[in-house]
T-cell receptor, first 114, second 111 residues
Framework: KAGVTQTPRYLIKTRGQQVTLSCSPI?????VSWYQQTPGQGLQFLFE???????NKGNFPGRFSGRQFSNSRSEMNVSTLELGDSALYLC?????????????FGNGTRLTVT | QKEVEQDPGPLSVPEGAIVSLNCTYS??????FMWYRQYSRKGPELLMY????GNKEDGRFTAQVDKSSKYISLFIRDSQPSDSATYLC???????????FGSGTRLQVQP
């Protein structure tokens, strides 16, 4: 079974621009979560989607948004990029997304904001 | 104070050593406890999963949860150079559906 696929692997953007990251979950997984990983803050939860509905959102500004499509694929968008948005963005999928459900992570998209 | 505390290391051990990695937490609602391993330039990979208190063993890995002390551990026996990675503890509570991670401990196993 193919794992979680994230595209692109690397992105360089300028402050003020917006960016869209893509995630394809493991086949059959209906829940997709997004996490931000930085050296200073570690891994932080962004949001979780199940059947195209956002069920939970972390403590991030409204510039961070996401969506899930009917085939469970997901995208996240960051608008008006700031230098502090430079991070590794990780997508994870699980069968149900319920608490305690094991998450399977992709290898992430490395975003650099200059 | 962070909900989950983890010593960042680095922790350097000789090949064959027993490694002990630990996390403490403050949220008594946490019921699900996991350990992930992350190699450089890769995403985290689930190693161990424990529900509530107790021990779980899988090959060279043993996970322990002590909810009374709010303390979890991961033991690696007969450590190998291929175990060199960052180890992250993660926790969740019922209904939250969002993992809270420790900051990760970088482990180096010297051949």
């Amino acid at each position: 079974k193919a794992g979680v696929t994230q595209t692109p692997r690397y992105l360089i953007k300028t402050r003020g621009q917006q960016v869209t990251l893509s995630c394809s979950p493991i086949s059959g997984h209906r829940s997709v979560s997004w996490y931000q990983q930085t050296p200073g803050q570690g891994l932080q939860f962004l949001f979780e989607y199940f059947s195209e509905t956002q069920r939970n959102k972390g403590n991030f500004p409204g510039r961070f948004s996401g969506r899930q499509f009917s085939n469970s694929r997901s995208e996240m968008n960051v608008s008006t990029l700031e230098l502090g948005d430079s991070a590794l963005y990780l997508c994870a999928s699980s069968l149900t997304g319920e608490s305690g459900s094991p998450l399977h992570f992709g290898n992430g998209t490395r975003l650099t904001v200059t | 104070q962070k909900e989950v505390e983890q010593d960042p290391g680095p922790l350097s051990v000789p090949e064959g050593a027993i490694v002990s990695l630990n996390c403490t937490y403050s949220n008594s609602a946490f019921q699900y406890f996991m350990w992930y391993r992350q190699y450089s330039r890769k995403g985290p990979e689930l190693l161990m999963y424990t529900y509530s208190s107790g021990n779980k063993e899988d090959g060279r890995f043993t996970a322990q949860v002590d909810k009374s002390s709010k303390y979890i551990s991961l033991f690696i026996r007969d450590s190998q150079p291929s175990d060199s990675a960052t180890y992250l503890c993660a926790m969740d509570e019922p209904g939250r559906r969002a993992l809270t991670f420790g900051s990760g401990t970088r482990l180096q196993v010297q051949p």
